[in-house]
């Protein structure tokens, strides 16, 4: 072969490896951009499907707690009324509850408890409780527990016609006595179907009984 022919031939051949090699070099690098830029898989999350089948719990958030009632604060407590003091009784109304209370305990048999009412005078002309107990029980034997009171009287013609015997109402305070009559229904028209008391203040002023009939 002369010499042109083969400065030539290696140029050719020098082309034609040169393109290969560039043509390769191309190649490789395709595949390099191919395996370097693999998509990112995209992960979509889901509210409602646990991940990797595992249900994580959700927070309970407590109840609030109730509120304990808050006491309502006293208002000022009211003044206490003051309970009013039992009149006393007048002149009329004592003499009538001690001469009631007199005969009760007459008709009960109680002869301690109605001597005890009566005054100083009466209990001297009586003598002894025994004799006292023992007239008084007679009498009232047949008085059947009934008696009837009439209304005191602190009249003075009435007083003066039962208080004439000085001695009889010895200690009694007429200026407040007053005279109740006692009549027993169980001794209709008899003489000693009746008593007169004298019910008055004594000189301590307890209130005593004079049997002025």
Excluded at 10 to 22: H, K
Excluded at 187 to 207: C, E, I, T
């Amino acid at each position: 072969m002369d010499h042109p022919s083969l400065i030539k031939s290696i140029r050719q051949a020098a082309r034609t490896s040169l393109l290969g090699m560039l043509v390769a070099v191309a190649l490789g690098a395709c595949a390099t951009a191919h395996v370097g830029s693999a998509p990112t898989p995209v992960v979509h999350e889901s509210a409602s499907k646990p991940t990797d089948g595992v249900a994580f719990p959700r927070p309970s958030i407590p109840p609030p707690s109730p509120q304990a009632p808050q006491p309502t604060p006293a208002g000022p407590k009211p003044s206490p009324i003051p309970k009013p003091s039992p009149r006393p009784l007048t002149g009329a109304a004592m003499a009538r509850s001690v001469a009631a209370r007199y005969e009760r305990r007459l008709v009960a048999g109680d002869w301690r408890g109605a001597w005890n009412l009566l005054s100083r005078v009466d209990q001297n002309l009586r003598g002894t409780l025994a004799d006292y107990a023992d007239e008084r029980s007679a009498f009232f034997d047949n008085v059947g527990g009934r008696y009837v009171l009439a209304k005191p009287t602190h009249d003075r013609a009435v007083l003066r016609m039962w208080t004439q015997s000085a001695e009889l109402v010895r200690g009694a305070d007429l200026s407040r006595a007053w005279i109740v009559q006692v009549t027993y229904p169980a001794l209709p028209n008899n003489n000693a179907g009746w008593d007169v008391l004298l019910v008055a203040p004594d000189a301590r002023g307890n209130w005593k009984i004079w049997e002025v009939r």
